[in-house]
């Protein structure tokens, strides 16, 4: 099993559940996860870390006020080193080259397996070559 036990991964969704969701299907690699359930938190937050790096983001699509598309907009320009994985409800087609385009790193789908989840973040997180 992948050992995430020294990264920080971030996951920005205003769905709760999905986020339980996220925590049990990382669990065994023992990242640790920091929550926040809109964009304008998800940019506090990444505001105010000064001495802890976060490793990766998980960025919902579909938020009220700010979506993904604006909220990874700021992320590119303010930490464009921090790989951000857009984890989205809406698999329609060219939605994954509209993230890839807007600056995403990697995208996701719902619902997806926890192997798909673990791969694309082992992936992001120790790129080979
Ligand atoms: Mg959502």
Do not use: H
């Not at 921090?82 to 619902?111: H, N, Q, W």
């Amino acid at each position: 099993m992948l050992d995430l036990s020294d990264k920080i991964i971030l996951l920005v969704d205003d769905d709760k559940d999905f986020c339980f969701l996220i925590k049990m299907m990382l669990k065994k690699t023992q990242a640790q996860l920091k929550f926040v359930y809109n964009g304008e938190e998800a940019i506090n937050f990444m505001d105010q870390q000064v001495n802890r790096k976060v490793d990766l983001i998980l960025l919902d699509i579909q938020m009220p006020l700010l979506s993904g598309y604006t909220v990874i907009e700021i992320f590119k320009k303010k930490f464009p080193d921090i790989p951000v994985m857009a984890v989205t409800a809406f698999g329609m087609i060219g939605e994954r080259e509209k993230c890839l385009k807007s600056g995403f790193d990697e995208y996701l789908s719902k619902p997806f397996e926890e192997l798909n989840l673990v791969n694309l973040i082992d992936r992001l997180l120790n790129p080979r070559a």
